[in-house]
């Protein structure tokens, strides 16, 4: 394998730059700790590859001093550039956001919290291809409920899609531009990047690590997002939720079918005597379930269909470090 050191010797050597895509919310305590770690891993780079860092925060609309501390780190280093948004957009807007406004010729996403170590940084870019990526290699320190609801996840959306979602896998990538591009290509609103990383294809590489602890401050994710999150995700990449309304509702009509014929021989044979209401009741009970169940499936796809053509942007910016058009007004435009 060639290491960027030899790359580098022999294509000659203008500096590379490696783009840090952080997105932020509610991050005031963790973003000094991630920063000071970052500007650490910066050093290395630039010792052991000759490359340049630039450091791109993304404030997903925090209602603590994230902004007052993006502002002051600006103000003391020009590697940091910063997009404020008008609101709480989301990490994987703020993911988006933060690709489109990286100018470098890797890029690496990672969380503030330092769950995703830029340590690792210098040993990805070892490896020279379209991506590095992460996972976790237990959910030790997470808590069990979580983690069972997460492996179903996995276990069903890998079951349905022909886009391979990884166990574990972590937002925390290092991406060559042609990667990026790809990535950036896919302005899709309702945004699944798990999904849109390995969608795009190229040759990956992975990293295991153990699952490391937020280094300050609180998740943002609750039972409800999580369960939001696996919604878009398998809406997002598999139509088979369809299929299998279409496939109940075939079963439905056959056991109706079979049914009737049995009403009908019995009435024949033994006359009709009104009995089973209860049992009827029950029966109309589990075909309404069913029928709303499956119009439910096919309102979730209307539903993304339709957030889709509305063509709204994807964030909207409320302030940026003032660097005139790294940062555009809004996503897909
Ligand atoms: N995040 C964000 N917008 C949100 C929620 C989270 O930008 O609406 C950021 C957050 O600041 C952090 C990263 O996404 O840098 C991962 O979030 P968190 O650590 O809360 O998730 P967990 O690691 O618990 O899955
Ligand atoms: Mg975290």
């Known amino acids: 394998m060639i290491s960027h050191a030899d790359y580098l010797s022999e294509k000659d050597t203008v500096p590379m730059l490696i783009s840090f895509v952080v997105p932020c919310y509610n991050e005031e305590e963790s973003l000094p700790l991630f920063y000071d770690e970052a500007c650490r891993v910066a050093n290395v780079l630039r010792q052991q590859s000759h490359a340049e860092a630039e450091f791109i925060f993304v404030d997903d609309g925090s209602g603590d001093k994230t902004l007052e501390k993006l502002r002051a780190l600006h103000a003391k280093d020009e590697r940091v550039h910063y997009i404020s948004f008008s609101r709480n957009f989301g ?97 899709e609103y309702n945004r699944f990047s798990k999904g849109i990383f390995s969608w795009v294809g190229f040759k990956t590489h992975w990293i295991s690590y153990e699952n490391i602890e937020r280094a300050a401050g609180k998740t943002k994710w609750n039972f409800w997002s999580l369960f939001k999150y696996s919604i878009e995700g398998i809406a997002g990449f598999s139509t088979v939720p369809l299929a299998l309304s279409s496939f109940l509702g075939v079963f439905c009509c056959l056991i109706a079918f079979i049914g009737i014929i049995v009403v009908v021989v019995r009435a024949l044979l033994f006359g009709d005597p009104v009995a089973g209401w209860p049992s009827m009741i029950s029966i109309m009970l589990l075909i309404g379930g069913l029928q709303l169940f499956c119009i439910g499936i096919v309102g979730e796809y209307l539903s993304k269909t339709y957030t889709e053509v509305k063509h709204r942007p994807l964030y909207l910016t409320k302030e940026t470090d003032g660097e005139d058009r790294r940062f555009t007004p809004s996503a897909n435009v």
């Open 91 to 187: 990490k994987e807007a703020g993911l988006y956001a933060g690709l489109k406004a990286a100018k470098g010729d890797y890029v690496a996403t990672l969380d503030a919290d330092l769950q995703d170590p830029p340590s690792l940084i210098p040993e990805m870019l070892q490896f020279l291809l379209d991506c590095v990526a992460t996972r976790r290699k237990t959910r030790k320190g997470e808590p069990p409920i979580r983690s069972f609801f997460a492996k179903m996840f996995y276990r069903i959306i890998n079951k349905m899609s022909g886009t391979e979602i990884v166990d574990g896998a972590r937002d925390f990538r290092f991406m060559t531009r042609k990667f990026v591009d790809a990535v950036l290509s896919l302005s």
